[in-house]
């Protein structure tokens, strides 16, 4: 039975499996994360601070479902990989035999027209991408992307430190003990989610690239002979979580590194790639780094790295392969994602976000018809029958058309509408934000009826 709730809407818009979603540009996303609650520019009232962004109330409940998905389909449904939390301010010998210290740099030059400082290798037809200038550039030289501080009450060089600009070492120089204490065997994996820091010399284009960010990395470690089928079946596996998370198979695509973009320890490096809005771009990399990080280590150390086969009775320094994926980046390329706008026959507008039901920062939203002091003690019950089981928001502000609407713009699957029938049949209505399609169900199977619905909604993979 159709309900009445979205009777104030336009009620003829495109289908929505009418073509293509509507794509939307770097200014539009970027003011609705703002509009709405996702991303706000980082102390905006002295005037912001370059790349830098305060995630809102709807942004931390999106990039914790995104956290929440991967550590389910990388720890948590696996028997094979475990889980670690290393510190972000660690021994700077760690960095140094990595190689971070000395070779983790960009090329540099200067526009001497309009001073701006770009990456070389980002400047085409020798042309200034600020000021447009042809030919006026200084010398190219590295700059080193660590962000440096100091440990301790004197700033000298004994006392240098700095923030990882990666997560994996934290992962290498803990090889020996988790594999110790939790009696693994090969082939395992070790994940981890954590803050890091690059001082990048042009960040920009909103969340997609920062100085301080997110990543959700795995150091996957196998025999030195099994490694490239490994390094297959990660590229593919991960693929397949991108279309769980809604991502049309379209819009994705695999792109193996050719021989000269790969860094000197890898064998192999695969990118999956997204279509951002200007065009493909790097979501996550998928690297055969060989046994570069588990070998420089050892040497660094004095402490050796390596796996005891007890069946073959040798010593084995495994190879790694990495998938690694930022927070960040991926929460912006959800949103490009689910962009849409829909129109109806008189020209009106309805944006909306299509995330999947596990990303979506709120899942069902109730909402009573209107404020009249009859419905809201019921519409506050069935709120609170709710809240146990889902990520739930109340909203009385406003028409029951402009809350819809408000709702779509974020992204909530569900919305559940308490009416003046409510009272006497003890009945609500469902409403979905694809479709816009309304059922009624009893009160007392409305928990099942919703999660009907989310799996419904939910995308497979």
Same mark, same amino acid.
């Given at each position: ?12 818009? &495109?289908?929505?499996? #009418? ?11 970027? =003011?609705?994360?703002?509009? &709405? ?51 972000? !301010?660690?021994?700077?010998?760690? *960095? ?59 700033? #000298? ?22 594999? @110790? ?16 820091? &690059? ?26 002979? =099994?490694?490239?089928? *490994? ?5 593919? #596996? &991960?693929?397949? *979580? ?17 021989? /000269? ?8 490096? =695969?990118?999956? #790639? ?8 790097? %979501? ?29 009775? /040798? ?27 829909? @129109? ?14 596990? !990303? ?62 409510? !009272? ?14 309304? !059922? ?9 009826? %919703?999660? /009907? ?9």
């Amino acid at each position: 039975m159709l309900g009445s709730a979205d009777s104030d809407l336009p009620r003829v818009y &495109r289908a929505c499996t #009418e073509g293509e979603h509507m794509k939307a540009d770097l200014e539009t996303l970027a =003011s609705l994360a703002k509009r &709405r609650g996702f991303a706000f520019p980082s102390a905006e009232i002295y005037g912001g601070f370059a790349s830098t962004y305060d995630y809102g109330p709807l942004g931390v409940e999106m990039k914790r479902n995104i956290r929440d998905s991967w550590w389910r389909r990388m720890v948590q449904s696996r028997d094979d990989v475990v889980g670690i939390e290393a510190a972000i !301010i660690t021994n700077p010998a760690v *960095w140094r035999a990595s190689g971070h210290v000395a070779g983790f740099t960009d090329p540099l030059i200067d526009c001497l027209e309009c001073q701006s400082r770009v990456r070389a290798d980002h400047v085409e037809n020798n042309t200034c991408p600020v000021c447009k200038t042809v030919g006026r550039f200084t010398e190219e030289r590295q700059f080193n992307l660590l962000f440096r501080t100091f440990v301790g009450p004197v700033q #000298e060089d004994a006392s240098t430190a700095y923030l990882r600009p990666e997560t994996a070492q934290g992962m290498f120089v803990n090889f020996e003990n988790v594999q @110790t204490t939790m009696r693994r065997r090969l082939p395992f994996g070790i994940a981890q989610i954590g803050k890091s820091f &690059r001082n990048e010399i042009t960040p920009g284009q909103f969340i997609f690239r920062t100085r301080e960010f997110e990543q959700m990395e795995m150091e996957f470690f196998c025999e030195p002979a =099994s490694s490239l089928e *490994w390094h297959t079946y990660w590229k593919q #596996e &991960r693929l397949a *979580w991108y279309q769980t998370l809604g991502f049309n198979p379209e819009h994705l695509r695999l792109r193996d590194h050719a021989k /000269e973009e790969l860094a000197h320890y890898s064998q192999a490096t =695969s990118d999956v #790639e997204f279509q951002f809005p200007w065009g493909w771009g790097e %979501l996550e990399g998928i690297a055969h780094r060989g046994d570069f990080d588990l070998r420089a280590h050892a040497t660094g150390s004095g402490h050796g790295l390596s796996y005891f086969d007890q069946e073959k009775n /040798e010593h084995i320094v495994p190879h790694v392969i990495e998938p690694a994926v930022g927070v960040d980046r991926l929460m912006f390329a959800l949103l490009c994602e689910a962009y849409d706008e829909e @129109t109806d026959a008189e020209g009106e507008k309805r944006v909306l976000l299509r995330l999947a039901p596990s !990303i979506a920062p709120v899942t069902v939203a109730v909402l009573p018809l209107s404020r009249n002091e009859r419905l809201l003690p019921t519409a506050r019950e069935v709120y609170g029958a709710l809240r146990p089981h889902f990520r739930t928001q109340y909203d009385d502000a406003q028409s029951i058309g402009r809350r819809y609407r408000r709702q779509d713009e974020i992204g909530t699957p569900l919305c559940v509408t308490v009416d003046f029938e409510t !009272i006497d049949d003890h009945e609500v209505t469902i409403r979905e934000r694809d479709s816009m399609a309304q !059922i009624r169900v009893p009160v007392g199977g409305l928990v099942a009826a %919703l999660n /009907e619905r989310i799996d419904a909604l939910t995308p497979k993979g």
